[in-house]
């Protein structure tokens, strides 16, 4: 396919979208732990390249589930972890991601400062 997990371009970082694949292969059917998995995942990239969560500046979440329980789970989960760091952010409903298992996948922008 030809891709990068991360891209760094001088201060910025974008983080390709992120699904919520444990080392094994295992995918929780728990949208929370989906959730944590793939903010684990896309903020280790970030590390890779120098940044660090207070560094992102959008975050995106792509669901497959509109569901309130989803939703607040997923949401909960990002709060957790930028929560204080608050940047602008966009959830939306997909009729499906490539494995459908995934209930989740997410993706992040970042600017490093100088």
Aim: charge should be negative.
């Amino acid at each position: 396919m030809g891709f990068s997990r991360a891209v760094r371009v001088g201060q910025n970082i974008a983080v390709s979208g992120t699904a919520p694949i444990n080392a094994d292969g295992h995918v929780s059917v728990d949208p929370a732990s989906q959730a944590r998995r793939c903010w684990e995942i896309a903020l280790g990239a970030l590390a890779e390249l120098g940044g660090r969560p207070e560094d992102v500046i959008r975050t995106r979440h792509y669901i497959t589930d509109r569901d309130g329980e989803v939703v607040d789970a997923i949401s909960s989960v990002h709060g957790e972890i930028f929560g204080d760091i608050r940047p602008a952010s966009t959830m939306v409903v997909v009729a499906g991601l490539i494995d459908p298992r995934w209930k989740v996948e997410v993706e992040l922008d970042a600017v490093i400062p100088d």
